[in-house]
């Protein structure tokens, strides 16, 4: 199922998000289950999957990191695989040294700092992605799949500072 | 069977026809039921104008009486009498005692689902919240002097599968049509209105007598969505009597009495509580052993006493916005619920939180029920369809054990409902035809400390090499917050058995027998009005059939199928006229599986158009 068809938007990493939000609330409007409250069983049983299989279309594309897996997997791209260990250490080293800033900040500021630097990083790394996208090679594919690990971190390590900011 | 609706969603198919939605706040100390009137849902009295029936139910030898004179003989027929059923719901004995000690009750044994020992015999805490929600039933109907066409139930949105599970059951045992189940700060938000407001945030928060939730919505263009739901289940106004109790022992030094007393000492406590919402000061006499103790509490000594618990309610918010992705400065307005939010210094601690003056206009008791009777009136489609969306969420996350007792996540906690989600499993001997898994439902990272919703046996798999067959299990929640499990031998294509076993709930088979014991009495009537029932039901399927075929038929339906559902139309229709139950609704179920293609192309097509910006009035 690709997922760009069922919103009809076009298929790229740099999504116009209004307008899916727009076309998610519609499609909410015309298969929710509270529309189907009094229908038979296997009309609500219909409209839920449909239902079901839009909330996780839309979770898939709002996300960069999902957004950018489901491209690749549209064009039949393998996947890196989840545990395969990253080759650029100059990118590993800028990892452990983020990771050691974040245990060290223990002030709103030093944690809004560091936010700004990781966010800073992480637009560059989707640009990357974007550029990479806009054509579909192999070699491209393999840049936006390479970049796409790195993404994962920033997403992580993102996580984990909002974390540490909340129990602040 | 309603074609219709996808054309016009929520338009009664039968106009002329008056439903009844009623909305039930099935609460911990009392419980209402509300329904439209003149256009207005209001909270329905019982014969002596009291809105409130406490959830009380008590099972003397002779009697079995609900609400009040139930709460009244408690004293003195505590064993007798079930009070606060709703913390027996979906959770066994062992939960429940280990929270609240002194409890009067005899239970058959301290495993599984909780079986209260009473002069009638034995009854689990569903057949106790059954009789409630049957008295606020016979209330409505009374009152309405209709039939009710169906009802939403409202639940605390931190209950868990299992205790909605529990409260679904209930309503169906009590002859309850159950619409959806929705989440009492949801309700809370449909009350107040929120939805005719400018889009923006809004956060509910819903402090009763034993449970804490707090929901962040945000409205878009009318589509009403939580975007995160927190709590605690076991944080409330009784915490603030704890609190004064225990300070009310220390100052008398009145530590031997603590647990004979305990009863005693709260009522005090609550006395004291309730005196201070509109005064600055409280004095409640107390006498144990024929001593007269003074016991007296200023407000300000009052809020320093319950700050903690507050300060961790507040925790919670911010939990909550961070998972809404949102700051305080984004919230537009704040709706307060729940009795405990009378307190001055809650709704202090609240608007100094939020920098903003809450919203408590509607009746903290009532608002809850009002808002699940105006979202049950929109449900059986008295409404138009440009009303208000609701999207809810899963407020725990679902997941399975895997190795040493370590839970793998398979659907997040605020992911929107419904949702589905695949995971496939592999097995791991030659020749293996069953496995066993194990479904829990919260946040930790080990199975011990989450919640167990049930364990699910998959049999029939087919016999293969260790690894070959590969098992794809579907975990699908429903819009009332339910879960589904089914499973696929994905080589195959060969549908897996599965058995549930709910940890804390009832089986499929032990709901219908008790179903059908209670109806045994009535049996005549009840085949009479399932007749009626089904009849009705045939002119729906006939009359929305109709109006698709119409719309749609030529375009979407090759002759040979057209013919084959309009032969299925005929017999049903024929069949209608005559008096057997069973036949009309077979027969309406193979109209059901006949037209599933044309139901789905017509789904399609609406999408479609929907999308590409036509409007289907516009054709």
């Known amino acids: ?168 | 069977m309603a074609l219709l609706q996808i054309s016009e969603p929520g338009q009664s198919s039968a106009p002329h026809q008056k439903k009844i939605g009623v909305g039930i706040d099935l609460g911990t100390t009392n419980s209402l039921i509300s329904a439209m009137r003149s256009g207005v849902c209001e909270t329905l009295p019982d014969a002596d104008g009291k809105f409130l029936l406490p959830s009380v139910v008590q099972y003397t030898h002779d009697h079995l009486l609900v609400g009040n004179t139930a709460r009244l003989n408690a004293a003195d027929d505590p064993s007798n009498t079930i009070v606060s059923v709703k913390r027996f719901i979906g959770r066994n004995v062992d939960d429940v005692t280990a929270q609240w000690k002194h409890l009067p009750y005899q239970f058959l044994d301290n495993t599984g689902m909780p079986t209260f020992v009473t002069a009638q015999g034995n009854v689990n805490p569903i057949q106790v919240s059954a009789e409630i929600l049957k008295s606020l039933k016979q209330r409505a109907v009374e009152t309405l002097g209709e039939e009710l066409t169906g009802a939403v139930i409202t639940v605390p949105a931190y209950f868990d599968d299992a205790q909605r599970q529990g409260t679904k059951d209930a309503a169906q045992l009590a002859g309850l049509n159950v619409l959806r189940l929705i989440n009492e700060p949801t309700a809370a938000a449909i009350a107040y209105g929120l939805d005719n407001k400018n889009d923006g945030q809004f956060v509910v928060f819903d402090l009763g007598g034993g449970t804490f939730d707090v929901s962040v919505l945000r409205l878009n263009k009318g589509v009403f969505e939580v975007l995160s739901t927190a709590g605690d289940t076991a944080l409330g106004g009784d915490d603030f009597d704890h609190a004064i109790a225990a300070n009310i022992v220390q100052k008398f030094e009145l530590h031997q009495y603590e647990t004979s007393h305990h009863r005693l000492l709260m009522d005090v406590a609550r006395q004291l509580k309730e005196t201070l919402s509109d005064r600055a000061h409280a004095v409640t006499p107390l006498t144990i052993n024929n001593k007269l103790y003074e016991p007296c509490l200023t407000r300000t000594e009052f809020d320093a006493l319950i700050l903690p618990i507050i300060e961790h309610a507040l925790t919670i918010c911010k939990r909550a916005l961070h998972d809404a992705k949102v700051t305080i400065d984004d919230i537009d307005d704040i709706v307060l619920v729940g009795g405990s939010t009378r307190v001055p210094v809650v709704r202090e601690a609240v608007a100094n939180f939020f920098g903003k003056v809450p919203l408590t206009d509607i009746d903290p008791d009532k608002v809850v029920s009002i808002g699940a009777g105006i979202q049950a009136d929109i449900l059986v489609g008295n409404k138009q369809n440009d009303d208000l969306l609701l999207l809810d969420v899963l407020p725990l996350s679902l997941g399975i054990e895997t190795m040493g007792g370590l839970v793998e996540k398979i659907i997040p906690r605020n992911t929107t409902i419904p949702v589905a989600r695949a995971q496939e499993f592999t097995t791991f001997k030659d020749g293996q035809t069953g496995m066993l898994m194990h479904v829990t439902q919260g946040e930790r990272e080990l199975v011990s400390d989450c919640r167990s919703l049930a364990k699910f046996t998959l049999s029939d798999i087919p016999p293969m090499a260790a690894g070959a067959a590969h098992i794809r299990v579907t975990f699908q929640v429903d819009a009332d917050g339910l879960l589904n499990v089914t499973a696929m031998e994905k080589s195959t294509g060969r549908q897996a058995n599965i058995e549930v076993k709910p940890s804390y709930g009832l089986g499929e088979n032990e709901i219908l027998e008790m179903l059908q014991s209670s109806m045994d009495h009535a049996k005549d009537d009840m085949q009479a009005r399932m007749l009626k029932e089904q009849q009705v039901e045939a002119d729906r399927v006939l009359e929305s059939m109709q109006s698709a075929l119409a719309m749609d038929g030529d375009e979407l339906l090759s002759n040979d199928e057209r013919k084959e559902i309009d032969e299925s139309l005929a017999k049903l229709a024929e069949l209608k006229q005559q008096n057997d139950v069973a036949s009309i609704k077979a027969q309406i179920e193979t109209v059901d599986d006949i037209s599933q293609e044309f139901a789905s192309r017509r789904m399609d097509k609406s999408i479609n158009q929907a999308l590409s910006g036509q409007s289907i009035s516009d054709i």
């Not at chain 1, 069922?6 to 298929?11: K, R, T």
């Not at chain 1, 989707?126 to 806009?134: F, G, N, V, W």
């Open chain 1, 1 to 168: 199922m690709n997922y760009f068809d069922l919103f009809q938007i076009e298929m790229a990493f740099d999504i116009d998000l209004e307008k899916l939000r727009t076309h998610y609330q519609k499609l909410q409007r015309l298969t929710h289950p509270d529309k189907f409250a009094s229908a038979s069983d296997a009309q609500k049983r219909m409209y839920m999957q449909k239902n079901a299989q839009i909330n996780y279309a839309y979770h898939v594309l709002l996300s960069p990191v999902s957004r950018t897996e489901h491209i690749l997997q549209l064009r039949n791209y393998p996947l890196p695989d989840a545990n395969a260990s990253l080759n650029d250490t100059e990118f590993l080293m800028q990892q452990m040294e983020l990771r050691d800033a974040m245990s060290q900040a223990d002030t709103a500021n030093a944690l809004d700092d560091l936010t700004n630097v990781i966010d800073s990083q992480q637009n560059a790394i989707e640009k990357h992605i974007s550029e990479s996208l806009a054509k579909n090679e192999t070699a491209s594919n393999q840049n936006a799949a390479s970049a796409l690990t790195k993404l994962k971190f920033f997403t992580k390590l993102r996580s984990e500072l909002e974390e540490k900011r909340l129990g602040a």
